[in-house]
């Protein structure tokens, strides 16, 4: 079985604050890790993905997250929030044989100010 | 074009009717997946399918709700006899063979039940 748990339904910074968006994962096989950002009226949009390559993993828009296993952690930062950030974001896990189905959190609403 | 396309993307019926939704997905990906997002229950699995195969059924509520594929390429979603329970925002993601390859998601159809 797996699971996903966002802490903090919402996250919010100032534009140009660093932004960390907390994943922990649950899982009985190595997972696959996911980001997805969702804006209004729209659907998700692939940030990055951990596949059992490099831990420290670099996505679009300056984002990145850090697997790491010890922590069961897979948490989402940027340096610097930009306006254009606030957006839902989610996290999923699946597991790393044949198709598998993502699990998703709950998300996590981030809010930027100017 | 190149984005799995839904339609539509907004339908509003009376409880009881019944309802499809369609999904295209991306040519040439073999994987299709089906997803819920709700207010109270978040982003749900639905069924995926490999070609016009249903391996996992798994998160279908009920038996009113059905899928199928045909050709390996489009989707259909039905809902039968449908419930406000069902209102909702379905999203259709498709993606290439192995589960290390990235599920890309469309728009998304937002259902409103009277």
């Known amino acids: 079985a797996q699971s996903v748990t966002q802490l903090g339904s919402h996250v919010s910074v100032s534009e140009g604050a660093l932004v960390l968006l907390r994943c922990n994962y649950s899982s009985s096989v190595p997972p696959y890790l996911f980001w997805y950002v969702q804006y209004p009226n729209q659907g998700l949009q692939l940030l990055l993905k951990y596949t059992s390559a490099a831990t420290l993993v670099k996505g679009i828009n300056g984002f990145e997250a850090e697997f790491k296993k010890s922590e069961t952690s897979f948490h989402l930062t940027k340096p610097s929030a930009h306006m254009s950030d606030a957006a839902e974001y989610f996290c999923?896990?699946?597991?790393?044989?044949?198709?598998?189905?993502?699990?998703f959190g709950t998300g996590t609403r981030l809010l930027v100010s100017p | 074009g190149a984005g799995v396309s839904q339609s539509p993307s907004n339908k509003v019926t009376e409880k009881g009717k019944d309802v499809e939704l369609r999904c295209d997905p991306i040519s040439g990906h073999t994987a299709l997946y089906w997803y819920r997002q709700s207010l109270g229950q978040g982003l749900e699995f639905l069924i995926y399918f490999q070609g016009n195969s249903a391996p996992d059924k798994s998160g279908l509520p009920s038996d009113r709700f059905s899928a199928e594929r045909t050709g390996g390429s489009v989707s259909t979603l039905t809902i039968q006899r449908t419930q406000q329970e069902d209102s909702a925002v379905y999203l259709c993601?498709?993606?290439?063979?192995?589960?290390?390859?990235?599920?890309?998601f469309g728009d998304g159809t937002r259902l409103s039940i009277l």
């Open positions: 999923a896990v699946s597991g790393n044989t044949g198709f598998q189905k993502l699990v």
């Open positions: 993601a498709s993606s290439y063979t192995h589960s290390n390859q990235p599920q890309h």
